[in-house]
């Protein structure tokens, strides 16, 4: 599938920088207006792109009145979806994702099929991802019917990911949960980085420069917050960005 116009960007932004920020919005958490001003400080602060989805308490006109009160601050917009009713026409792209460790096919394929014909209508451009939720304790593994997989089996995850690469997805999105105690651990990330070739996400419970300068320097490619940005953007952001910063300056160094 054709490189469309926002991927291409985030992939110039990462061989540019290393390594990027997104931020995560949930429409069911924030209104319009403080969507807006969220979005607006995370374009000065240097976040690359902003996101928009939740697990639960979404719907599509929730989306069109959030998306397009994102879109003033100039930043691209991406759907991060939970089902084929969380879209909008007003988005830049979606992440066209496969939740991989899913028990139930909806997640994996069926909701995809259902959304497929929305996305074209919408003339949304669709970047291939495969999203591996770590843990079943989160609203997201709770309604995607994750089954769990052990952090102490790295290779486990790692392997998730390389399924996502050979079925031709270009993004794998290591996934912690939102407001998740702890991120997922480095060497988790770094044993991805090892196996894979294409570009690594991470989020959930990212919380401090440190997080984001460990998951950085381990081998993500971005890194995305949400809960922190909800609560105090203003405190928290600037600090993930310069940890992201560190971080690529890290790598390789003993």
Same mark, same amino acid.
């Given at each position: ?64 009145? $959030? ?5 003033? %601050?100039?930043?691209?917009?991406? +759907?991060?979806? !939970? @089902?084929?009713? &969380? ?31 929305? $996305? ?5 451009? %669709?970047?291939?991802?495969?999203? +591996?939720?770590? !843990? @079943?304790?989160? &609203? ?31 993004? $794998? ?82």
């Amino acid at each position: 599938m054709k490189i469309g116009k926002v991927e291409s960007y985030l992939l110039r932004k990462i061989n540019e920088e290393g390594a990027i920020h997104l931020a995560l919005i949930d429409p069911d958490k924030t209104s319009p207006e403080e969507a807006k001003r969220i979005a607006n400080f995370c374009k000065h602060a240097g976040s690359a792109a902003i996101m928009v989805g939740g697990s639960i308490g979404v719907s599509e006109a929730i989306m069109d009145e $959030v998306v397009m009160a994102v879109k003033n %601050a100039g930043l691209p917009t991406i +759907i991060f979806p !939970s @089902g084929a009713t &969380t879209l909008t026409r007003h988005a830049d792209a979606i992440w066209f994702m496969s939740l991989l460790n899913s028990t139930n096919t909806y997640y994996l394929i069926d909701a995809q099929m259902m959304g497929a014909a929305i $996305v074209r209508k919408y003339q949304l451009e %669709a970047i291939p991802m495969g999203y +591996i939720v770590v !843990s @079943g304790d989160s &609203t997201v593994g709770f309604v995607g019917q994750v089954r769990p997989i052990p952090l102490s089996r790295p290779e486990i995850i790692s392997l998730y990911a390389l399924t996502a690469q050979y079925l031709g997805m270009r993004f $794998v999105y290591l996934e912690g949960g939102s407001g998740a105690k702890e991120p997922i651990p480095p060497e988790v990330v770094s044993k991805v980085r090892s196996t894979v070739d294409i570009k690594i996400v991470v989020g959930g419970g990212i919380r401090s420069r440190e997080d984001a300068r460990q998951l950085t320097k381990a081998g993500a490619d971005i890194v995305v917050t949400g809960t922190v940005i909800e609560e105090d953007a203003e405190r928290a952001l600037p600090e993930i960005i310069e940890g992201v910063k560190e971080g690529v300056r890290l790598r390789g160094a003993p």
